[in-house]
């Protein structure tokens, strides 16, 4: 595909019918449209009303702990002998992700509409388990969807969104991982129109969620601006966030979008090597297609039916991407890599012995790319790397593919 | 110019009665037992035909059609061979609707404008394309005019007053008036209600409306084709399929003779009907 012209402000997105250049838009079924309309014109609402961001602004900072710290990773700096690596430690977060962030603006929008139940899907359960959080702050049922294969692997989320009172459905429909547990939460929601509020995961699905969900999340990117300032009175060189659906990334890019020397990129799940099925880089291997209310990249055969992805990381290992990041890659504006399971396992072990940090498999990927550019950057150089997310749930699959075993009960 | 829909739905006016509309998976259990339920339909007492286009991810069918789709899938089914189906269909049968029924993604891939021409040539009459609302009508919609190919839009019961003139807008052939909140063969509908919201669409169009989503039975089809042109039946059809499969997964001799069985009783339902 043709490169378009370089557009004056790569921030203008999306369009009024949810459109980010050709990808993004409303592809649901007609059952679902009034409610898509209906969201979008109280998300209108909210975004300009000084209460609604005052509420966000308090619980960002009472219940989340926000900011999150801007963090120089001086050990691993000094380690990769180049760059200076900052870490944007959303992992601190309450939940342990940065999923929380979004959790919170949707929330407060399903109350302002006046739904009484909360759906979701989840992959590493991430998003399950700050859904079921602000569920259970706010007074919701909430049901999640998730794929049994991700129940198998991430079993402490699963406890703890028990213990917060969610109901956990495993879907067996296909591989039994993310995309599936999307296909089932739209299910439900298709169903239960009347009183259910779908609380999706990530910047992708149809308009207005990729905006809504991005704007949740660029509290990131809004506060490593000023963090950064404070620490280097200059904006970083260069930008680095996993992707797989994409909101912890779009969270941390979108306010550089338009600071055109921040390097961006966006790093996809290589799983066990691109020559294969075995991996999860929509943008590095797929092709634009129309899945779960958006066009978008996606992984799929000449047939257009969609492929299961794989990656060691329950939160990479979806078939597609949000919008955003299709037009963003288009565009040109942001680099897009693939990073395999091993280089994400030895980035998470290189992290824990040089900065004590445990981070989740996600940004572990993230981390893999950054230890592959700083050394080959100048010492002047600086590199923002989002750590979207604490481990703790891994250690039981690090611990396979490691050859090691663990009691588990 | 009139397509097989048109004409179809005229002659059940002159009939008075509603018109049965079944829907079967291309490639359902496999391409050859699939063919020989389809070319049987008309006999059995379709007066249309619905053909699902397999998807791996049907995000508002249930579970029986989610299955078929697998089915159709794991045989090696592809819209192309789809197509076929069709174009292998119109060698015994001129007259019978063809309504292709599915998601977005697979024409996407084969190519809006090849996919019109392709689908004009094997005799398509028109599509039900499941995710793309009126909205996205600029996409396939409104190039399906082109090649004579009717563009069926679902009305839903969250489908209000003001949001039903967009749904009308560009739809020909017929309006599909789906039941119930909810995925394909879940829960009986309420009769009355449909009844109500058909006429309350009556009153804003004149292009036929066919009635659909948990019909499993000649009584239930009986009942909603009062007020509705046509009935439209898919899980149960599909879970006949299921029933027939021996425990390796492959279809027992008379499956298709079983699907029309059960169409034939269906068709009864429907004739039993005067407007």
């Not at chain 2, 996205?136 to 190039?143: F, G, K, T």
Request: charged content about 25%; overall charge negative.
């Amino acid at each position: 595909m043709s490169k378009p012209i370089e557009p004056n402000s790569f921030k203008t997105g999306p369009d009024e019918a949810g459109h980010f250049g050709i990808f993004g838009g409303r592809y649901v079924a007609e059952t679902l449209m009034p409610l898509i309309l209906d969201l979008e014109k109280h998300y209108t609402d909210a975004k300009n009303d000084p209460d609604f961001h005052a509420q966000i602004a308090y619980l960002n900072k009472h219940y989340t702990g926000r900011p999150s710290p801007l963090y120089f990773a001086e050990s691993l700096t000094e380690h990769l002998g180049g760059a200076k690596i900052y870490f944007k430690r959303d992992e601190l977060n309450h939940t342990g992700s940065h999923k929380i962030n979004n959790c919170l603006g949707q929330i407060l929008l399903a109350k302002k509409m006046g739904k009484t139940r909360i759906i979701a899907e989840t992959g590493a359960g991430q998003h399950g388990v700050a859904a079921a959080t602000v569920a259970a702050k706010f007074g919701f049922p909430c049901v999640v969807y998730m794929g049994k294969t991700d129940v198998e692997r991430q079993s402490p989320n699963v406890f703890r969104m028990k213990l917060l009172g969610a109901e956990i459905v495993p879907v067996t429909a296909g591989a039994g991982t993310l995309k599936d547990a999307m296909n089932e939460a739209l299910r439900d929601w298709v169903t239960n129109v009347e009183d259910t509020y779908y609380l999706i995961g990530t910047a992708a699905g149809p308009h207005p969620y990729p905006e809504l969900v991005r704007d949740f999340q660029s509290v990131i990117g809004k506060e490593t601006k000023e963090q950064m300032m404070e620490a280097e009175w200059r904006l970083p060189d260069m930008l680095i966030a996993s992707v797989g659906g994409g909101s912890n990334a779009i969270g941390l890019f979108h306010p550089f979008l338009d600071d055109k020397d921040v390097e961006i990129v966006g790093v996809e799940a290589g799983g066990l090597g691109l020559e294969g099925d075995e991996h999860c880089a929509s943008l590095s291997a797929g092709k634009p297609g129309v899945l779960h209310g958006n066009r978008t990249y996606l992984l799929q055969d000449d047939d257009g039916q969609i492929l299961e992805g794989h990656s060691i990381s329950a939160g990479l290992d979806y078939p597609g991407i949000g919008p955003e990041h299709s037009y963003l890659q288009e565009t040109g504006r942001v680099e897009y890599v693939p990073i395999m399971d091993t280089e994400a396992l030895e980035a998470f072990q290189l992290l824990c012995k040089t900065e004590g940090i445990i981070p989740a498999l996600e940004p572990s990927h993230a981390l893999a790319e950054v230890v592959k550019r700083a050394p080959k950057m100048g010492k002047d150089k600086i590199i923002v790397m989002n750590l979207c997310g604490r481990g703790d749930k891994d250690i039981f699959t690090v611990g396979k593919a490691l050859g090691i075993e663990m009691e588990t009960e | 110019m009139k397509t097989r829909i048109d004409t179809r739905f005229e002659q059940l006016k002159i009939e008075g009665r509603p018109g049965l509309v079944t829907f079967v998976m291309a490639g359902d259990p496999n391409l050859e037992v699939s063919q020989e339920i389809l070319n049987g339909l008309p006999v059995a007492g379709a007066d249309l035909i619905e053909i699902g286009m397999p998807f791996s991810d049907p995000m508002a069918d249930g579970p029986s059609i989610q299955l078929a789709g697998q089915r159709a899938l794991k045989g090696g089914q592809t819209l192309t061979k789809t197509l076929a189906m069709v174009a292998e269909f119109r060698k015994l049968n001129n007259e019978t609707p063809i309504i292709l029924m599915g998601y977005y993604n697979p024409i996407y891939i084969y190519g809006n404008e090849k996919f019109l021409k392709d689908a004009n040539a094997a005799g398509v009459d028109g599509l039900i394309i499941v995710d793309l609302p009126p909205e996205a009508d600029d996409e396939l919609c409104i190039p399906a005019m082109d090649y004579n190919i009717n563009f069926i839009r679902l009305a839903t019961p969250t489908t209000d007053a003001e949001r039903l003139p967009k749904v009308l807008e560009n739809t020909s052939g017929f309006l599909y008036y789906v039941s119930i909140t909810g995925i394909t063969g879940a829960a009986a509908p309420d009769p009355d209600r449909v009844g109500k919201a058909i006429a309350a669409i009556k009153a804003k169009t004149d292009i036929p409306v066919a009635v659909g989503f948990g019909v499993r039975t000649a009584e239930q089809a009986a009942d909603l084709g009062k007020g509705a042109d046509g009935v439209v039946v898919g899980s149960a059809l599909v879970s006949v399929i299921l029933d027939n499969l021996d425990s390796d997964g492959n279809p027992k001799a008379g499956t298709a003779r079983a699907v029309h069985a059960l169409v034939e009783d269906l068709a009864s339902g429907v004739r039993s009907v005067k407007h």
